[in-house]
């Protein structure tokens, strides 16, 4: 997965393309619509946890860690923030996603939270791997570079962001196997949520354990999502 091209979706907000597997990093909908909805309003709020311990799968952009440690920011609630990546980006393919000024614009934040925002993007990307480094005083992040479908975590998690390429394209990141060891890596009362809502993920989901609901996708994208519970 080498190459990979910059697209604007229907938002305003920019994703990648990676030709070599024809999928984009985001809903061609909207990217940042898509984040805020499924991962931020949907597992994030919804978690009662006072402090909760996330977990994404795919750091990619780092758009969903850009807008958690906001959140954090915002409501002043602490967050442990741990993602994987096998494929990081370079700094030459982060640098262009204009994520600092389109959240900035649907948050309505000033110029100097912008300012914030697009030192926290750097900040997140040049963070080192393999160690807890804290970003803001609200939030610490642990990027782990690793093959997921090999991966045991250290904790575990309340809220996971399950956020691979489709399962047409990447099948072994969705199976059976991976969710029920996914699902024993993550607290009582943890949450899962994901953009796919297929019925054969949602079956799996629930064959491993996880109670199910189908919520409604993100305004313009996609019609459903879904979330499991622990
Ligand atoms: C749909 S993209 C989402 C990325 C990210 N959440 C974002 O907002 O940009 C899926 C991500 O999973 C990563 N990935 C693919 N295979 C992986 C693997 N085996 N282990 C860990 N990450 C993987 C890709 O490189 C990509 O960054």
């Given at each position: 997965?080498?190459?990979?091209?910059?697209?604007?979706?229907?938002?305003?907000?920019?994703?990648?393309?990676?030709?070599?597997?024809?999928?984009?990093?985001?809903?061609?909908?909207g990217a940042l619509t898509e984040s805020l909805h499924i991962f931020i309003a949907m597992a994030l709020r919804h978690h009662p946890s006072p402090s909760p311990r996330v977990l994404e799968i795919g750091l990619g952009t780092g758009l969903n860690c850009l807008l958690t440690l906001w959140e954090s920011r915002r409501t002043q609630r602490p967050v442990h923030y741990t993602s994987i990546e096998l494929y990081p980006l370079a700094v030459e393919q982060v640098l262009p996603l204009n994520y600092p000024h389109r959240v900035a614009e649907a948050l309505g934040l000033t110029a100097d939270e912008e300012a914030l925002l697009a030192a926290d993007f750097a900040a997140l990307h040049s963070a080192p791997w393999g160690e807890d480094v804290q970003l803001s005083e609200h939030f610490t992040l642990h990027k782990v570079e690793a093959d997921y479908t090999q991966h045991?975590?250290?904790?575990?998690?309340?809220?996971?962001?399950?956020d691979a390429f489709s399962p047409e394209k990447q099948p072994e990141m969705w199976s059976a196997e991976r969710f029920s060891h996914l699902y024993g890596q993550m607290a009582k009362g943890g949450i899962l949520t994901t953009y796919c809502a297929k019925g054969v993920v949602r079956r799996t989901l629930q064959s491993v354990g996880f109670a199910v609901e189908r919520l409604a996708g993100p305004v313009g994208g996609k019609r459903e999502i879904l979330r499991g519970t622990k």
């Open positions: 997965m080498s190459q990979r091209t910059l697209h604007t979706t229907d938002d305003g907000s920019c994703t990648l393309y990676v030709p070599e597997i024809d999928e984009h990093y985001h809903s061609t909908k045991t975590f250290a904790t575990p998690f309340d809220v996971v962001y399950f």
